[in-house]
């Protein structure tokens, strides 16, 4: 069932939604409030955008364009009427098709920054999954994976462009890994807990094309209090 409700924290920003399908998530708030956007930035990609949250955050912060490329048809069609809801069609640009054709079609050295919410679990043959589901694509790396991502990053991105994405810490240094061997230097990396004395279950880390050696690690991000609640820190985003 659609269902259209306000974006988390942006009373102004409305997004259509699927009850069927996967609902963006904190990860998809964190993760456009933690990429590094500048003035002098013109073009931005999100790799996978789902129903467009990144983009529609991304918009608020800046006047570069967005391009959002989803895969999946019955999301892209989402994605496109949240844009229009919003009256964004000017800034944001929703694209139907997979990012490992669609990136081959692009000049290099092409965006200045790239962002991606992408699969956090490896797929395996012997893993019982349906290929063509929703959550299956949107959970699994059955049709893009770590090496996939910044390999496609290394020719979109121009020189000293930046990567943010949000995954999983038990694949912190294999992202480093991908990173480092596509020329993508590791620039900032955050951990986000669910409570303090509990393990990190989220992580955001921004590499750089061609950057200088140097790794900064941010304070981390408590969500929830002991109660349940959500931190002070998290409700910034959802004022």
Known sequence: MRVTNYLLGYKDLKIIQDSDMFNFSLDSVLLPNFVTINKKIGK??????????????LSTKTNAHIIGVEIQKSVYELAKESIKINNKEDKITIINDDIKDYYKKCETDTFD????NPPFFKYRESSNLNK???KTIARHEVKLNLSELFMIAKKLLKNNGVIAIVHRPERFLEVVEEMK???IEPKRVQFIYPKRNMDSNIMLIEGSK???????????????LDNGEYTDEVKKYFE
Request: aromatic share 6%; net charge neutral.
């Open 113 to 116: 920054v790239i962002t991606c």
């Open 44 to 57: 931005i990609l999100d790799i996978g955008c789902g129903n467009a949250p990144i983009p529609l955050i």
């Open 132 to 134: 063509s589901d929703y």
């Open 210 to 224: 061609n950057g200088n050696p140097g790794l900064k690690v941010l304070p981390p991000i408590y969500t929830h």
């Open 181 to 183: 061997k596509n020329n």
